[in-house]
């Protein structure tokens, strides 16, 4: 049961190592995009293409498809970025339903666990599998293991990262289960616990008083998807952007945060502490650039600054 590419590295998986997939429960379709043309997903995809059988209930509880799901008989019903379960269904297989998680849980349970790693400032992360309950990631764990997080790494890196580890870790999971050799383990409730909670494009908008390695972190947290963003205010003007890649430089200066320093070839923003380089951006209409691209098309004033 998945829905997004993160999902069809496991399958890959487990199909390439001889499971037989009896079933792959999906999203149904639905339109996006600029010209909201009906999309599948990538798991989707993935089963037409290897011809697996293929279920898109739009209600979880929907009797038909209780009974579709019961007529499949499966022993083993394996979750990864998909929807909460109803206990009808997970409690269905003999062997249970267990999940994929990208965080090291009880850390950062919920929607974004990689991006809010990152935004956190985190240099570690990894991935657990554990047995579905009532409740949202808090199950017993099966199998857990760590990555380290490197110092400029993006989400969209992490992430594809964290899809590799993950789907050998899926693999390594239903090993145990099939040898039944788990040793399950409670998660720790007694701790500061960090949530992973769904990002909004509130979210994502830049606070530029914030401090240099927290508006770099919040970026790259973001990056590419979904995308912090910020207004470029220039000669009365009003522009948003979109910020996917930057650099950082520390260093005193005299400047109110969200000062634009513009020359020929960078454009930086002050901040406390030092300047964020913004190094690929997207202004509204336009495609993604670099920053000399930009500053051929945009003449920034001595005025312009980001809020």
């Known amino acids: 049961?998945?829905?997004?590419e993160f999902a069809?590295?496991?399958l890959y998986k487990l199909v390439t190592n001889g499971?037989?997939?009896?079933?792959?429960?999906?999203?149904?379709?639905?339109?996006?995009g600029r010209g909201r043309k009906v999309q599948q997903s990538a798991v989707k995809k993935y089963a037409l293409d290897n011809e697996l059988n293929l279920l898109q209930p739009t209600n979880l509880k929907d009797p038909g498809f209780i009974a579709a799901l019961e007529d499949l008989k499966a022993n083993l019903q394996?979750?990864?970025?998909f929807r909460m379960l109803p206990k009808v269904v997970w409690q269905m297989p003999k062997y249970g339903t267990f999940n994929l998680h990208a965080s090291i849980l009880p850390q950062y349970r919920g929607a974004a666990p990689i991006n809010w790693a990152i935004i956190n400032g985190e240099t570690q992360t990894g991935a657990t599998t554990f047995f579905i309950d009532e409740k949202i990631d808090t199950g017993e764990i099966i199998m857990q293991e760590k990555l380290e997080i490197a110092a400029d790494e993006t989400a969209g890196e992490l992430h594809d990262?964290?899809?590799?580890?993950?789907?050998d870790l899926i693999l390594k999971t239903v090993?145990?289960?099939?040898?039944?050799?788990?040793?399950?383990?409670?998660?720790?409730?007694?701790?500061?616990?960090?949530?992973?909670?769904k990002i909004y494009k509130e979210t994502c908008q830049i606070n530029w008083s914030r401090p240099l390695k927290t508006i770099y972190n919040h970026i790259r947290g973001l990056s590419p998807y979904p995308t912090?963003?910020?207004i470029i205010v220039n000669d009365g003007n009003e522009i948003s952007v979109k910020i996917f890649?930057?650099?950082?430089e520390k260093g005193n200066h005299t400047y109110n945060n969200g000062k634009i320093i513009a020359d020929k070839k960078s454009i930086k923003v002050a901040v406390e502490n030092g300047f964020i380089n913004l190094l690929e951006i997207q202004l509204s209409g336009k495609r993604k650039m670099a920053a000399h691209e930009v500053l051929n098309g945009l003449s920034i004033s001595e005025e312009a600054y980001m809020r």
């Open 1 to 4: 049961m998945g829905t997004p």
């Open 78 to 81: 394996i979750v990864v970025a």
């Open 175 to 197: 090993v145990r289960i099939e040898k039944d050799t788990v040793e399950l383990q409670k998660q720790e409730e007694n701790q500061n616990l960090k949530t992973a909670h």
């Open 245 to 248: 890649k930057v650099g950082m």
């Open 228 to 230: 912090a963003w910020s």
């Open 8 to 10: 069809v590295a496991g």
């Open 161 to 167: 990262r964290l899809m590799a580890l993950g789907a």
């Open 19 to 32: 499971y037989h997939i009896v079933g792959v429960i999906t999203a149904p379709d639905r339109p996006a």
